[in-house]
């Protein structure tokens, strides 16, 4: 295996000594950068982007070029490519994000629903992880991703996203069996999936669980914390065990002591919560990712610098914490701010090292 010239990321993610704290960013290519609307202006749409590995590549490595200072990159995708290689028929409205041509609405759909041949229906991701991780040339890392087996289901019986979920939350209370019966093949296909990123070439891999948080306390363990545990397992299983793993429930703080005992090597929390209330329930056994609020880089550049110093203090002296933001950066962020952050993450963490 090549050495990879800056593995501070996965150093962090194994405990290891680094020299500074590593930082990356939810969506770091995205409509953010110029580069990236005209890449893709010329794709002509989204999920063109997505499915053509040139395309893919030239957007993963965008962000990296243009910042001198992240530490890792991420395969360029969506997590929703699973429910469409299902035959839910994805696509994007303009101003109204992701939608289905066949939601889950009814049993009958839902006891068709089948673990799809993802090495066949998803080889453009495959692809495009191959291509990314050799345009990289060992640089950084590179990040390999999923959406939870919750947070797919969720999309996959709403059949779009911003709803108020309430037909998912009816099915999960009246209809466990039904919603049991999705979560079950979402995690045995998220399992294969993340399995043929890493055989791809993918370093690390990460659950989005971005409605996880939308669960009751009583719940949460249940119908998605679960769920991400057997994922893990899986893959450890399948021969991936020394393959960083990382979770990240959005609205998730009040379980970290939970999250913390499922074998992942990483959780990533949001900006609702305290990085140093989660280092002390971690007890340093995981590493933990985050926590800046990304609306803090629409501001000016000193309360950035003020923001970034902020959460490295909270955090603290000692390895296990790679800065990152609590949620992807908004599309409306200043270019020159983003490097105000990174330059501050750079400069600030080491004294902590």
Known sequence: MSIIQNDSFLKTLRRESTPYTPVWMMRQAGRYLPEYRESRKKAGNFLELCKNKNFATEVALQPLDRYPFLDAAILFSDILTIPDAMGLGLYFEDGEGPKFNNPLHGEEAIFKLDIPDV???????????????????????????????????????????GTDFMKVKKMMYSRPDLMSHILKINAETVSRYL???????????????????????????????????????????????????????????????????????????????????????????????????PSILLSDPKVIESAVKKVLDDYGVGEGHIFNLGHGITQFTPLENVLVMLETVRNYSKKFH
Not at 124 to 141: E, G, H, M, Q, T
Not at 146 to 161: F, V
Not at 258 to 274: C, N, P, R
């Open 195 to 293: 399995a043929c990123q890493i055989k791809a070439g993918a370093d690390v891999v990460m659950l989005f669980d971005t409605w996880g948080g939308i669960l009751s306390h009583h719940e949460y363990e249940q119908y998605s914390l679960n769920y991400m545990k057997v994922i893990i397992s899986n893959l450890n299983i399948l021969g991936f065990e020394d393959i960083p793993k990382i979770i990240f429930t959005k609205g998730g703080g009040q379980w970290i002591s939970k999250q913390a005992k499922i074998g992942a090597d990483g959780i990533g929390l949001d900006w609702q919560t305290s990085l140093s209330s989660a280092r002390k329930q971690v007890k340093d056994q995981v590493t933990l990712q985050g926590n800046l609020d």
């Open 119 to 161: 090495e066949e229906s998803l080889s453009y991701v495959f692809d495009a992880v191959s291509s990314i991780k050799k345009a990289l040339s060992n640089r950084v890392p590179l990040i390999g991703f999923s959406g939870s087996p919750w947070t797919l289901a969720t999309y996959m019986i709403e059949g779009q996203g």
